[in-house]
């Protein structure tokens, strides 16, 4: 069976908790492609959907913390495009509802851009910041456990 994305050490950010964030977020869309190929029915692709928006949130606010404490010089536009990314979200999910009540399943085109939006989010923004955090001399600091993101 094909997969949404495969873990590698290019998508690593040099932080393990928030390695291990991006693994999670690319297991829960794994767990949607799966569920949309399935015909597991759109109750179970909306509780995906909804577990992808909860741990997006929880990982954003980790991943701003440490950007802060370290005093990260492109946190506001790193912010910026993680409230892009959430208002995204939003409307997939208010799409994918849409569907589901059309009784279509997530397109193709849907999965697709989720898997681009993850990997291109971690190889474009994320990298800045772990290269920012290596010139620092700052080798996988401690992330907090995380809150409500604000945005």
């Avoid at 291109?120 to 923004?125: D, L, M």
């Amino acid at each position: 069976m094909k997969t949404v994305i495969k873990w590698s050490d290019d998508l690593s950010v040099g932080v393990s908790a928030l390695d291990d964030d991006h693994k999670k977020l690319i297991d829960i869309l794994e767990q949607l492609f799966v569920a949309s190929f399935a015909g597991v029915g759109a109750e179970q692709i909306d509780r995906t959907l909804q577990d992808l928006h909860h741990y997006t949130k929880h990982h954003f606010s980790r991943e701003e913390r440490v950007m802060e404490e370290y005093g990260f010089p492109s946190l506001e536009p790193h912010k910026f495009q993680h409230e892009k990314l959430i208002r995204q979200l939003d409307e997939i999910e208010a799409r994918v509802k849409g569907e589901a009540e059309g009784n279509q399943e997530p397109s193709n085109e849907l999965i697709d851009f989720l898997r681009e939006w993850l990997i291109g989010h971690i190889q474009e923004y994320d990298h800045e910041y772990a290269a920012f955090l290596k010139e620092q001399g700052v080798d996988d600091p401690p992330v907090p456990a995380g809150a409500a993101h604000g945005g």
